[in-house]
């Protein structure tokens, strides 16, 4: 099996670095346009089934990659790909957060496993109901690709976990909006064999000077 695993495109709040998490943002212009980069970029790829969270970002994203597709797919919506809950930090910017929650932001930034946000969920939580959604789709479906439309985090966890990154190193993978990852799954093994790819490039080469947010 292979997977395509993508981060859905940009929202305005993306763009101004404001907590997302299971609020429902919807795709700003630049976040459709790089929808639509993925989709050209894949409607070669004869996908069997796509996946995507429930959140509206990465649902109309996964709409736009349907619409490029030959065979056109009903959109699964898996609950357990939804973005972290940030809780309290939920549409509070990226700098109010810091200055409001400076010891929490800071744990955060070194070890963010070990805190949970308060009215939130942890790492740990969201880890755990992602990956059971993934095992669940990997064991039990008969399609040889598919297409999963997610969040920063959620991805982020996803390859940690396939990666045995230590939680240390969760900052050291970058997910840029719309960027695409693939993954193998083969004789009950997961291996990375793309990362973080930009589909305007016909190589996906990952771009090394976005932000991360």
């Not at 495109?9 to 998490?21: A, L, V």
């Not at 409607?43 to 709409?63: G, H, M, V, W």
């Not at 009903?74 to 940030?86: G, K, M």
């Not at 059971?132 to 008969?142: D, G, V, W, Y």
Request: hydrophobic share 35%.
């Amino acid at each position: 099996m292979i997977i395509y695993l993508i981060r859905h495109g940009q929202t305005e709040y993306n763009d101004k670095s404001i907590f997302r998490g299971q609020l429902d943002i919807p795709l700003n212009s630049y976040g459709i346009s790089q929808a639509e980069s993925i989709g050209r970029a894949l409607k070669a790829i004869s996908f069997d089934a796509i996946y995507a969270s429930p959140l509206i970002r990465a649902k109309k994203t996964a709409e736009i990659i349907n619409k490029y597709q030959t065979k056109k797919l009903s959109i699964n919506v898996e609950n357990n790909f939804t973005d972290l809950n940030y809780g309290s930090w939920q549409a509070k910017s990226h700098d109010e957060v810091k200055n409001n929650y400076s010891k929490l932001y800071h744990e955060w930034e070194i070890s963010p496993y070990n805190i949970k946000i308060p009215g939130g969920e942890s790492f740990y939580e969201a880890q755990k109901r992602s990956w059971q959604a993934l095992i669940k789709i990997t064991n039990s479906s008969k399609d040889r690709i598919i297409c999963i439309v997610s969040h920063r985090v959620i991805n982020k966890l996803l390859i940690s976990k396939i990666l045995g990154i230590p939680k240390t190193g969760f900052w050291k993978i970058k997910q840029d909006t719309g960027c695409i990852n693939i993954i193998e799954y083969k004789d009950k093994k997961f291996t990375v064999i793309k990362l973080n790819c930009n589909a305007n490039v016909s190589d996906f080469a990952g771009s090394a000077d976005s932000a991360d947010f």
